[in-house]
């Protein structure tokens, strides 16, 4: 079984990386997997379709590459019960 990084944690990824990352992809939607950017995009769409097929629901996050000025948070929840 693959050990897999919550989405907390590539949040945290993110966090502390932002200066670098944002100099090589800012204004991009990045797609984030146990702590590393496997993807980036021009457009949250393709971002989204590209993770979806790739990886189990849970185990990625999307970010637009943005300094902390100009950044918007959005969170999703899911209603599903187990």
Do not use: W
């Not at 000025?69 to 187990?82: P, W």
Request: hydrophobic share 35%.
């Amino acid at each position: 079984m693959m050990n897999t990084i919550n989405i907390d944690q590539n949040y945290s990824y993110f966090e502390k990386n932002r200066s670098q990352l944002l100099k090589k992809y800012e204004d991009e939607f990045l797609v984030i997997v146990n702590k590393s950017v496997v993807g980036n995009f021009k457009s949250e769409e393709k971002a989204i379709n590209y993770a979806m097929e790739n990886f189990k629901l849970g185990n990625f996050l999307i970010k637009q590459c943005l300094p902390k000025k100009e950044e918007q948070t959005q969170v999703f929840h899911s209603r599903v019960i187990f």
